[in-house]
């Protein structure tokens, strides 16, 4: 089993930054592929960002290329999500997760982090 905490989330301003935290426990993530997802009031869940369990390969959604970035320390057993140029259109609880494949052409994630709200006011 996996456990995430997912952490760094907070209130900032339109143009400011977060970085989102993942830590695991339970078992090494170093072989899973893992993403960041997030869920604004009233709207499903989407997808956000993906990263190989290598850290090689990255994926973002569309809205958020250029201002995201994700990144993972096997080491520490943790993942990140650097927010850059935030809007208030990111406002949402984000939820890291884990995934059993390595690779990111993957919509399979068995393990989620419990959420960390990211709140961007205009």
């Known amino acids: 089993q996996v456990q995430l905490v997912g952490s760094g989330g907070g209130l900032v301003q339109a143009g400011g930054s977060l970085r989102l935290s993942c830590a695991a426990s339970?078992?090494?993530?170093?072989?899973?592929?893992m993403g960041w997802f997030r869920q604004a009031p009233g709207k499903e869940r989407e997808f956000v960002a993906a990263i190989s369990w290598s850290g090689d390969s990255t994926f973002y959604k569309d809205s958020v290329k250029g201002r995201f970035t994700i990144s993972r320390d096997n080491v520490k057993n943790t993942v990140f999500l650097q927010m850059n140029s935030l809007k208030p259109e990111d406002t949402a609880v984000y939820y890291c997760a884990a995934s059993p494949f390595r690779n990111i052409n993957t919509n399979k994630y068995d393990y989620w982090g419990q959420g960390t709200q990211v709140t961007v006011s205009s």
């Open positions: 339970g078992r090494t993530i170093s072989s899973y592929a």
